[in-house]
T-cell receptor, first 114, second 110 residues
Framework: GDSVTQMEGPVTLSEEAFLTINCTYTATGYPSLFWYVQYPGEGLQLLLKATKADDKGSNKGFEATYRKETTSFHLEKGSVQVSDSAVYFCALSARGGSNYKLTFGKGTLLTVNP | DTAVSQTPKYLVTQMGNDKSIKCEQNLGHDTMYWYKQDSKKFLKIMFSYNNKELIINETVPNRFSPKSPDKAHLNLHINSLELGDSAVYFC?????????FGPGTRLTVL
């Protein structure tokens, strides 16, 4: 079945450091790929998405590129802020008939210190 | 004007009780979902409804019964609550492949 593997946390960085959170996937067909962010005590927010190979999703300074050859969708940000501290989830959406099902990675806790 | 809303935000109850969580979306989406997030933050889909019809039922005990009175609402009723049901429950809705989540309901079973 479909699966998503993302790097185990926690990840602790200083403000303005470069961030990479690795994500790889296994899926049949051509899934869409997502990064969601969960700030403390809140729900999941869609951060960015990519729907086909070589697409780059970007939002709030975060980027991720859909790499079909390496089945990866790594999240990057050039300069993190304290306010980026959150749990980040990589996910894929695979279509089954008329329905789409999200499969999540286990989440990566990011803490950014001032 | 919240897109996906859930009530209540917190729910504390005794083992054996029956409780319900409500979800509403004003995005006009046809598909709604329930997810369970455990204490390690792992998210797993429980149910999916499309236009009030059950599409996905992921090996969830039959103590959990979703109900969709219309395509903007998907409620979750849980009978005979157990300690292991303690978790955060998220509702979501989608247009095609992109899902939008509610703020979550933290259920604590004592």
């Amino acid at each position: 079945g479909d699966s998503v593997t993302q790097m185990e946390g926690p990840v602790t960085l200083s403000e303005e450091a470069f961030l990479t959170i690795n994500c790889t996937y296994t899926a049949t067909g051509y899934p869409s790929l997502f990064w969601y962010v969960q700030y403390p005590g809140e729900g999941l927010q869609l951060l960015l998405k990519a729907t086909k190979a070589d697409d780059k999703g970007s939002n709030k300074g975060f980027e991720a590129t859909y790499r079909k050859e390496t089945t990866s969708f790594h999240l990057e940000k050039g300069s993190v802020q304290v306010s980026d501290s959150a749990v980040y989830f990589c996910a894929l959406s695979a279509r089954g008939g008329s329905n789409y099902k999200l499969t999540f990675g286990k989440g990566t806790l990011l803490t950014v210190n001032p | 004007d919240t897109a996906v809303s859930q009530t209540p935000k917190y729910l504390v109850t005794q083992m054996g009780n029956d409780k319900s969580i409500k979800c509403e979306q004003n995005l006009g989406h046809d598909t709604m979902y329930w997810y369970k997030q455990d204490s390690k933050k792992f998210l797993k889909i429980m149910f999916s409804y499309n236009n009030k019809e059950l599409i996905i039922n992921e090996t969830v005990p039959n103590r959990f019964s979703p109900k969709s009175p219309d395509k903007a609402h998907l409620n979750l009723h849980i009978n005979s609550l157990e300690l292991g049901d303690s978790a955060v429950y998220f509702c979501a809705s989608s247009l095609k492949d992109t899902q939008y989540f509610g703020p979550g309901t933290r259920l604590t079973v004592l």
